[in-house]
């Protein structure tokens, strides 16, 4: 799987980077080869997903079998190698953090990102939930949907969020910082909730920024 965190790393934007060289990539999807002795649950032949601490992409990978997970006969490979990530963090922010319910609201930067489409998706597990989201146009097609009210990023989506939803909204996903932090807290109900999960904005082509998230 290729995720933001791998650019993140590739341009030095992390806390105590690895020494190179190094193999880049923390999830991927495949076939057991081989178990340890102690590893029960399952069998050489398995087809599963798995979490790693780097090396992921390479054709034989060693991770703990905590986290390794079984997939279904219809998921592919591919498919399989772009979920743990995506969809771990978007449960963990709509469910163990924001403690998402029925017909609760939902603002979600970057909607066609991974973690984007993948809140999506577990909001539509939820009766009644409202998503509210930004993203390039160029995007909208491929996601209409599955998001109730999908906004251009670049245009004044907080007058249009209002307009819908005077109250503003439950829960703010906010995973690009800088002035679109001031946007998502004016747009937060009372005793709602704000989860700040990335910093895209901080990463400018191929050198560091932290200007926008300093702005945050």
Known sequence: GLNFIDLMVRQGNIDNPPKTPLVPGFECSGIVEALGDSVKGFEIGDRVMAFVNYNAWAEVVCTPAEFVYKIPDDMSFSEAAAFPMNFVTAYMMLFEVANLREGMSVLVHSAGGGVGQAVAQLCSTIPNVTVFGTA?????????????HLFDRNADYVQEVKRISTDGVDIVLDCLCG????KGLSLLKPLGTYILYGSSN???GETKSFFSFAKS
Do not use: L
């Not at 390039?136 to 109730?148: C, N, W």
């Not at 002035?179 to 001031?182: D, P, R, V």
């Open 136 to 148: 390039s146009s160029f995007k909208h097609e491929a996601i209409k949907d599955s998001v109730t």
């Open 179 to 182: 002035e679109n932090t001031g």
């Open 202 to 204: 901080m990463v400018t």
